[in-house]
């Protein structure tokens, strides 16, 4: 009977501990729901961009993907995204989808404008630019600079 005790109370321990780690991890990689509000843009390419990306604003982090979708249309990829309400962008922000680095992943960009006039939910930005193929463009330079030593 104490056997079954011991190993209830591990059993116990270990649940906390593996709660313990869920909220952790819900709470330093902003997950949850924060207060802010939605915007969404449209792209060609939205390469290595996905659901729970970063949105940032000269590199900080102020929100994050929510969705992405098709426009059956333009088809043109849909990009949702929400923004920390503390932050009151122009009317003429832009939006850029940018890398971490070669290995590293892709974040949505926003460089605001001059505009007084701000986004509100909703709201859909107009001015962006696409992701940039990194393995495409080495594999252009490959074959270029390849062409090239055989004349």
Known sequence: ?????????IGALVLLVAGWFILFAYERTDMQTGDGYVLSAQFSRIDGLSIGSDVRLS?????????????????QALVTFSIDSKIQLPLDTAAAISSEGILGGSYLSLKPGIEEDVLETGDVITETQDSVDLLGLIGKFINSDSSESKD
């Open 1 to 9: 009977m104490s056997g079954n005790l011991v190993e209830s109370i």
């Open 59 to 75: 590199g900080i982090k102020v929100g994050s993907v929510v969705s992405q979708e098709l426009d059956p249309v333009t088809f």
